[in-house]
């Protein structure tokens, strides 16, 4: 069966100074449909590089992608916002929603871009989605007027809007505090065991205790890649798996 | 995305930042305020001009003895010997196919003088026709008959300006004798007053009296020279047939072999309205520069604000991007956010144009015109303007990397 994701031999360099700097270094990962997978490493080693490849918000400098079966790593930038549009969903460390916006107005976004439901529908499925984030009753709110945790609510709301199968996510809960972090991740976990995709990047070991799937890189490689076939982790493993990993 | 929503989009953005919209627009609009307030005026000065032009004279068309060329000493226009009344008289004759009516001219500046009261003042002689001619109305008393031109009858009308330098406001000068030169002339009539003409002489500072009288009580001339004659023809359109016939009549009048000049020449007011017209369009030329001057500085106003903001908003179109916004539909945005900014100064800019040029007309009682089109033109401009000066920051805004605007700090 083919891979949702299957990156081969990836690259990506950064030319800057005299040295030029490997952040990926031949990568090669697959994710299958359905998979919740944390993606591990220290500061630098090129966690973030990798997703925002994944999630088409950058290209590589070499290597391949197929995305659903299909090569998405030479596309054209027009080519590119319809994949984000339509199969990706995303979410930051920091947000970023529109500021001075409510937070329906966001989370209608990327079907405003799409324009695949009427206003009504649209209204409908985004006040849904704020529900099922357990936003109901803070539609109208700005961002300004939202804790950290429901901003980040706001924003899986919105990337959930087209119905992609994958959602990124880097460092979710980096912004957060412990409460917000379970509740966090909660959601992702509910969403991963409703069928959605999930790729996330985190460096601390009890956010990543809840996906199923650890890879750990280190200067641009993938250095460990375990599949969770014992089960779930709990925090002390997953350290354990670390560092073991980079020792 | 469709362009309605993106244009929602647009507005949306601007009305977050309602003040920074304003001050971009700000420079446009009065932009568009001078332009339209310049052509108002222009147009207006144009119109009143061209009016006094007509008021001049009815299809006039004006023949003027030539100025001698002999000898060192040339003298001014009408100063010529060359032309007489009775010139005057064949045309009318001759030519009634074309002309409606003539009057020969005589000038002479006299003396007046009524009781104690003095004047100093110009007597025209002139003929009957002159009324029709030349706009005139007689508003107490009558003009003079073509019988009294015949027989040189010392009468005269006289202009508004005349009579109150030599009547009391309540005597009625009609009946009254006045002295012009020592010779008593009786007043018959006061002509309706014209005001000052285009070159601030006033028109009503005159006495007409027949030409006959005049030649013959106050220039005692042995020669029958008129200073020039009016003509007003039947319709303009044969304008130029009209000038050939006059000239060859007086040529053949004059005796004049096919080897020399013309010793007169004609003038029409459609020589002067060509000058004016040529006058405004130099002022129009110069409008258009001054136009294009300030919407330049206008636009570049809002490529300055659509520049800034789409640096301010960088993060804005990395999250846009990273939800499915394509490159086309950023231009777009920021592009509909220029022409709505320019637009939106522009109109109003209309409307405080069309406010400010009505008041500047009642202020300085010049009269404005404000054609629709300009106004049409003004907000259509100006929408060009929006899109001219805001395609270079959208477009830039468009061929940003997602991820390099989400991690712009
Ligand atoms: N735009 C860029 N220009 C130059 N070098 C870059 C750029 N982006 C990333 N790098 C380099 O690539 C390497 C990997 O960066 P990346 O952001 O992927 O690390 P990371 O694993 O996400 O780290 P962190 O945990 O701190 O977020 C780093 O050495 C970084 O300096
Ligand atoms: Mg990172």
């Not at chain 1, 509910?190 to 199923?212: C, F, P, Q, R, W």
């Not at chain 2, 319709?235 to 050939?244: P, Q």
Request: charged share 20%.
């Amino acid at each position: 069966m083919a891979h949702l994701i299957e990156i081969r031999d990836m690259y990506k360099i950064y030319a800057i100074g005299d040295e030029p700097v490997h952040a990926l270094d031949g990568v090669s990962l697959t994710v299958d449909d359905g998979e919740f997978v944390a993606i591990m490493g220290s500061s630098g080693s090129g966690k973030s590089t990798m997703l925002n490849i994944l999630g088409c918000l950058d290209v590589p400098t070499k290597g391949s992608y197929l995305l659903d079966g299909i090569e998405v790593a030479r596309r054209t930038p027009t080519e590119l916002a319809h994949i984000r549009n339509r199969k990706l969903g995303f979410v930051f460390q920091n947000f970023n929603l529109l500021p001075r916006t409510s937070a329906l107005e966001n989370v209608e976004l990327p079907d405003l871009y799409r324009g695949r439901l009427n206003v009504r529908e649209r209204r409908r499925r985004a006040m849904e989605l704020l529900a099922r984030v357990g936003l109901r009753g803070r539609e109208r709110h700005t961002p300004a007027q939202l804790s950290g945790g429901q901003q980040q609510r706001v924003a899986i709301a919105r990337a959930l809007m087209n119905n992609p199968p994958v959602v990124f996510a880097d460092e979710p809960t980096g912004n957060l505090d412990t409460k917000s972090s379970i509740e966090i991740m909660n959601l992702f976990t509910e969403l991963s065991n409703e069928g959605i995709t999930i790729v996330m990047v985190t460096h601390e070991d009890d956010i990543a205790a809840y996906a199923k799937r650890h890879v750990v890189m280190r200067d641009g490689r993938v250095m460990r890649d375990d599949r969770g076939e014992g089960g779930r982790k709990t925090t002390e493993q997953v350290s354990q798996l670390v560092k073991e990993a980079l020792a | 995305m469709n362009l309605l929503t993106i244009f929602k989009v647009a507005l949306k953005s601007l009305g977050r930042n309602p003040v920074r919209s304003f001050l971009s627009c700000l420079g446009i609009g009065i932009g568009i305020v001078a332009v339209i307030l310049a052509m108002a005026i222009g147009q207006g000065a144009k119109t009143m001009m061209v009016k006094e032009i007509s008021s001049m004279g009815n299809n006039l068309v004006m023949v003027f003895p030539e100025r001698r060329r002999t000898g060192a000493v040339s003298g001014g226009m009408g100063q010529g010997q060359t032309m007489t009344a009775k010139d005057a008289e064949a045309i009318k004759k001759e030519l009634a196919h074309l002309v409606q009516g003539v009057s020969p001219q005589v000038r002479t500046s006299v003396q007046m003088m009524y009781g104690a009261k003095n004047w100093a003042g110009n007597v025209q002689g002139v003929s009957t026709d002159v009324l029709m001619i030349s706009n005139w109305t007689v508003t107490d008393g009558r003009f003079f008959t073509a019988d009294e031109e015949r027989a040189c009858a010392r009468v005269c009308a006289i202009g508004t300006t005349v009579r109150a330098n030599l009547f009391a406001d309540d005597e009625n000068p009609v009946g009254k004798t006045i002295r012009l030169k020592n010779m008593t002339f009786r007043v018959i009539g006061v002509l309706g007053s014209k005001g000052a003409n285009n070159w601030g002489q006033d028109q009503d500072d005159v006495v007409m009296a027949p030409y006959t009288s005049v030649q013959r009580y106050l220039q005692r001339s042995k020669f029958q020279n008129i200073n020039m004659m009016n003509l007003s023809l039947i319709t303009m359109d044969d304008l130029e047939e009209a000038r050939r016939e006059v000239t060859s009549l007086l040529r053949q009048r004059h005796h004049l072999a096919d080897y020399q000049d013309n010793d007169f020449e004609t003038r029409d007011t459609t020589e002067i309205m060509n000058t004016i017209g040529s006058v405004t369009g130099i002022v129009g030329v110069l409008l258009l520069i001054f136009s294009v001057i300030t919407l330049i500085v206008g636009g570049i106003g809002i490529m300055n604000i659509m520049l800034v903001s789409v640096t301010e908003r960088i993060k804005e179109i990395g999250l846009r991007m990273s939800i499915g916004a394509t490159p086309l539909s950023i231009l777009t945005q920021f592009c509909l956010e220029a022409i709505v900014l320019a637009t939106v100064g522009g109109a109003a800019g209309v409307a405080v144009g069309i406010g400010a040029s009505y008041a500047v007309g009642a202020l300085a009682g010049w009269p404005v015109l404000v054609e629709v089109s300009s106004a049409v033109y003004a907000f259509l401009i100006s929408s060009v303007v929006g899109l001219f000066f805001g395609f270079y920051p959208a477009y830039r805004a468009s061929k940003l990397n997602p991820i390099d605007c989400l991690r712009y700090e």
